[in-house]
């Protein structure tokens, strides 16, 4: 960034900034939504869809706050990118919870 010799960027400098910013809300925000499932479907699956769905809404608004409050200040179109991988492994949360719980099922339903 500051090669003797040369102007430093100020966009870059702020490009950098922005990465940095949006990766660690990210980051911050999936801990927080994996915090919430595991905390509140820690020893209740298997349960009812229902129930998981309900859970995860509450995860995915809990885990969208802190990355918007973490991110204020920076353009939605430069968080987009973050919001976007965000939200991709939220579901892939989701399905990855739902999957195990029908294993469970199954696994009970073979021992009656």
């Known amino acids: 960034m500051n090669t003797p010799g040369t102007v430093p960027s100020v966009q870059s400098a702020w490009e950098t900034f922005v990465?940095?910013?949006c990766s660690e809300a990210k980051h911050a925000a999936?801990?927080?939504?994996e915090s919430w499932m595991k905390s509140q479907l820690d020893g209740e699956l298997p349960c009812d869809s229902d129930e998981?769905?309900?859970?995860?809404?509450?995860?995915?608004?809990?885990?969208?706050?802190?990355f918007q409050e973490e991110t204020f200040g920076v353009s939605a179109i430069s968080s987009e990118k973050y919001l976007d991988e965000l939200t991709v492994g939220k579901q892939e949360e989701i399905f990855f919870v739902l999957y195990e719980r029908k294993e469970e099922e199954i696994k009970e339903n073979k021992q009656f």
């Open 19 to 21: 990465h940095t910013k």
């Open 30 to 33: 999936l801990q927080v939504y």
């Open 52 to 66: 998981i769905r309900l859970v995860q809404q509450t995860a995915i608004e809990e885990s969208m706050r802190l």
